[in-house]
């Protein structure tokens, strides 16, 4: 079946280093990406998307690229802060063949910020 | 505030006592959508809706109903709760199907 995966489920970098945060995905046919942040006792919260016409796309701080070639989407925070621990997984919307697909998580990477 | 509500935000109950955990979205979205969030799963999810009166099953639809009878809320049900329906539940609002998903902050079910 579909699957959406990561890399690495625990990061941990120092505050102030650059956070690269990995995930795979299976469905070449996949459209639309986004980004999730959750922190303890929280609901996800969105972070950033990208759909797959695009390749990479920024917001504050943080940029997600998209390499449809090997089916990877990975987010970059710049200068991480002990306010980016949290888990962060990514989600696709495998749009079968234009039946109504709905997105799919990954299971999440935990980013550790050292101070 | 731009926000999605749920209630109630911790519940423990016993197996067969119905009940319904509320969802409600301030943000006139179309679509609404639950998913359970359990260690080592993920978020999965259990229903969905594209609006008012059209709801579908999600990935695990299974000892859970839904309604959809106003824009703003989209109630969970389980009428018959067992304990492997223990998690953490999150309902979600979207614009439409492909857009990001605004989260509620969870509620934290326990069936004994």
């Known amino acids: 079946g579909e699957s959406v995966g990561l890399h690495l489920p625990t990061l941990s970098v120092q505050e102030g280093d650059n956070s690269i945060i990995n995930c795979a995905y299976s469905n070449s046919a996949s459209d639309y990406f986004i980004w999730y942040k959750q922190e303890s006792g929280k609901g996800p919260q969105f972070i950033i998307d990208i759909r797959s016409n695009m390749d990479k796309r920024q917001g504050q701080r943080v940029t997600v690229l998209l390499n449809k070639t090997v089916k990877h989407l990975s987010l970059q925070i710049a200068a991480t802060q002990p306010g980016d621990s949290a888990v962060y997984f990514c989600?696709?919307?495998?749009?079968?063949?234009?039946?109504?697909?709905?997105?799919?998580f990954g299971k999440g990477t935990k980013l550790s910020v050292k101070p | 505030e731009a926000q999605v509500t749920q209630n109630p935000r911790y519940l423990i109950t016993v197996t067969g006592k119905k009940l319904t955990v509320t969802c409600s979205q301030n943000m006139n979205h179309e679509y609404m959508s639950w998913y359970r969030q359990d260690p080592g799963l993920g978020l999965r999810q259990i229903y969905y809706?594209?609006?008012?009166?059209?709801?579908d099953k999600g990935d695990v639809p299974e000892g859970y109903k839904v309604s959809r009878k106003e824009k703003r809320n989209f109630p969970l049900i389980l009428e018959s709760p067992s304990p492997n329906q223990t998690s953490l539940y999150f309902c979600?609002?979207?614009?439409?199907?492909?857009?990001?998903?605004?989260f509620g902050d969870g509620t934290r079910l326990s069936i004994l």
């Open positions: 979600a609002s979207s614009l439409g199907r492909v857009w990001p998903q605004h």
């Open positions: 989600a696709e919307n495998p749009n079968y063949g234009g039946s109504q697909g709905n997105l799919i």
């Open positions: 809706s594209m609006n008012v009166e059209v709801t």
